[in-house]
């Protein structure tokens, strides 16, 4: 074996094989149970939003208590500040990501959890926005309009007019 040979647990992440994924434990009713398989053991990152008008300190010491719990049940996760309200949970393994999640949308001063691109109201959410999340069946109103409009401006829209035959 060569000495410049690296191991395969030595791999950085984007390089080390993908785990296998037993499709047999996968639920079909929840998508969620797809996403815990296909990201365990990779890193996955989620933007924790802090409720009310916190300045960073707050948003800093608010944090530090939530990682110190996760920390207390042995989930290994790191934490950064991005804004006055924000921080980015980064867990090394994603399999974890969605208890962890749970558990930040059931804090008081927890407004949302963003993971995989779905926004999660948490228990400091204002009304307006755990409503936000929801489809308006009104789009599809507005959709049939405009097509009713589109047309009517279709016919009217010729750079000439026809010409009559004399």
Not at 61 to 74: H, P, V
Not at 81 to 109: P, T
Not at 125 to 142: F, I, L, R
Request: hydrophobic share 30%; proline share 5%.
């Amino acid at each position: 074996q060569k000495d410049d040979d690296i191991e395969e647990g030595d791999l950085p992440e984007h390089k080390r094989p993908p785990a296998p994924v037993d499709f047999s434990k996968i639920d079909p009713g929840k998508p969620e149970s797809i996403l815990k398989l296909t990201k365990k053991g990779k890193t996955l990152m989620m933007f924790v939003t802090v409720s009310g008008e916190p300045t960073e300190k707050e948003t800093e010491e608010i944090t530090s208590l939530w990682q110190g719990s996760l920390f207390n049940a042995n989930y290994d996760v790191q934490r950064f500040i991005v804004g006055s309200n924000r921080a980015i949970f980064m867990l090394r393994d994603g399999g974890y990501a969605w208890e962890i999640k749970d558990f930040l949308i059931n804090q008081e001063r927890c407004a949302d959890v963003t993971l995989e691109g779905q926004v999660y109201p948490g228990k400091g959410a204002k009304e307006s926005d755990k409503v936000k999340n929801k489809t308006k069946p009104e789009k599809g109103k507005k959709k049939k309009d405009a097509d009713k409009n589109s047309e009517g401006i279709k016919e009217n829209n010729r750079a000439t007019k026809q010409r009559d035959d004399l």
